[in-house]
């Protein structure tokens, strides 16, 4: 019995000693960790949550006593009262045990999120648009207008085509043209306010799909930008030459046309890839007519208001020198007419002024 009491004793020493034991390297483990809060990342992703330093601390407690009263287990079998003693230690090791798995789970999962949202947070929004397909990249550059030097700053994007019925009839739920017998014929018998209205609800719809942000719109092209695209980097009276020699592979006009418009993209394109950027049909654009200023200008977009709004590039029902690159004429912005179409231009979104 003397044995049995002195192993008592020594295991009670050796329990004191692992509590004493975990409780220092905690203190010490807690009191290593740098105060200094330059050392810490900021963001609130990297802040530590309530709680974070005390779980390593209980389950390690836990693991250290569980082990240590592991160790009373087996001393207690040699005990003659073997019953009440060994299931006491044996309840309180698997106690313990449940205790540190449970608070090591909990802080793996309390973990998860907050590194996925500062994942998420870093990710940026989408900046630059997501052009519809058959759209042109067109940089940004310098022509010559009446000898005089004209700058668009910004690229922009203009249709390779004009717009088709097809396409109108998808977007606005009507078909205003009067040739209505082929889909992929031009668009045409539409007012300035029409085509207006189209490039709005395109733009509604391509900014809630995601491709369109803030910034940018689809809209019809300034004179400026629809001349300088014309042109391609030449200054010729038309982007093919200065000769109408060859004009029946670009361009449909009264000499070729039938006295009727044409399926778009039958004619070869300009040195850009734009089709039918001479005739088929006249095209609308932004400004309102009105004299060019004197000098040198940067992105210009025609006088604040008007009454009549610019329309460009000839059509089926005009003879070949009406389709020259600097040709431009006018109407009303709420008329529309048989051989008056337009093309869709996408950059940045303009100042407002006056429709």
Known sequence: MIN?????????????????????????????????????????ASRPRSGQFMVPILARSAWWLSMNWARELAFSRELRNTGSRAWLALLRCGLLMLVAFFLVACDRRSSGPANQTGTASSVPARVEPVPMTNMVLIKAGTFLRLRHPVTLSRDFWLGKYEVTQRQFEEVMGKNPSHFKDDPNGPVEKVSYFDAVA??????????????????????????????????????????????????????????????????????????????????????????????????????????????????????????????????????????????????????????????
Request: proline share 9%.
């Open 4 to 44: 049995f009491e002195n192993r008592r004793s020594n295991l009670k020493e050796r329990r004191r000693s692992a509590i004493d034991r975990v409780l220092s390297m905690n203190v010490g483990a807690r009191a290593a960790r740098p105060r200094d809060s330059r050392a810490l990342p900021t963001g609130r």
């Open 198 to 355: 189209y490039c709005s609800v395109l733009t509604k719809l391509e900014r809630e799909s995601g491709r369109l942000p803030v910034g940018y719109e689809y809209r019809l092209p300034t004179e400026a930008e629809w001349e300088y695209a014309c042109r391609a980097g030449t200054t010729n009276f038309f982007s093919f030459g200065d000769t109408v020699t060859n004009a029946n592979q670009y361009a449909w006009t009264w000499e070729n046309s039938e006295d009727r418009p044409h399926p778009v993209g039958q004619k070869l394109p300009n040195p850009w890839g734009l089709h039918d950027i001479h005739g088929n049909v006249w095209e609308w654009c932004l400004d309102w007519f009105g004299n060019f200023p004197e000098g040198p200008v940067q992105d210009p977009s025609g006088p604040p208001a008007g009454k009549l709004k610019v329309f460009r590039g000839g059509g089926w029902n005009n003879e070949i020198k009406f389709a020259r690159s600097a040709n431009r004429f006018m109407m009303a912005p709420s008329n529309g007419i048989y051989f008056v179409g337009f093309r869709v231009a996408l950059g940045h979104t303009s100042p407002p002024r006056n429709p």
